[in-house]
């Protein structure tokens, strides 16, 4: 089944670019050129996935990102300015799964969706894992702690499992970037933001956390209780 993207941008040269790349990929197109106009597309007709550019007239994408997270996992691809180091960082804590910096290669930017839409996919049915009050059904993509739902995005759940699943196990920002997000090259801060993110819903005290653990001079640990 053919997959949904919205590609959400006010330059009408980019969306056309974008949209015929996108359509040789496979992927049913749809097009936004303001923030507002996507919000309501996606509430109405809930895409497989956002390519979304963070300049636009009205609410920004920031802005149009925030409010998604607030009702929906759908992925997002970021577009941002070449130079805009904060905006990408900004965008991956407010839950985007990806970025690319214009000016791009449009077909970067279709191998780069077909790439998140790979790794957001539902996972095959695996069962439940536990630690402590951290229950993770990995068929039904659902987590909770404590007995209360978790609001993790589609990358947040990607990273926990695989955390959960190689609990006491060393891994570098490269590996993690490989092995959850389908990478082989990358911003390594998208890690640590995705990181400092799951320990704000999963540790009882994200400061000083005893579940994800910093491996200094190498990444990250998950430490099962």
Known sequence: MATTVLVVDDDLTVRDVVRRYLELAGHQ?????NGEDALSWVEANRPDLVV?????????????C?????TSSVPVVML??????????AGLQLGADDYVTKPFSPRELALRVSSVLR?????????????????????????????LDLALTTREFDL?????????????????????WGWDFGDQSTVTVHVRRLREKIETA????????????VGYRYDRR
């Open 29 to 33: 197109v749809a097009l936004a050129d």
């Open 52 to 64: 979304l550019d963070l300049m636009l007239p009205g609410i920004d994408g920031l802005e149009v």
């Open 66 to 70: 925030r409010r998604l997270r607030t």
């Open 80 to 89: 941002t300015a070449m130079g805009e180091e904060e905006n990408r960082i």
């Open 119 to 147: 790794r957001t996919a539902p996972a095959p049915p695996a069962g439940e894992v536990v630690d402590g009050d951290l229950r993770l059904d990995v068929t039904a993509r659902r987590a909770t702690r404590a007995g």
């Open 160 to 180: 926990l499992a695989f955390f959960l699943t190689h609990s006491g196990e060393a891994f570098t920002r490269e590996q993690l970037l490989e092995k959850v």
């Open 206 to 217: 994200p400061a000083k956390p005893t579940r994800i653990a910093t491996v200094w001079g």
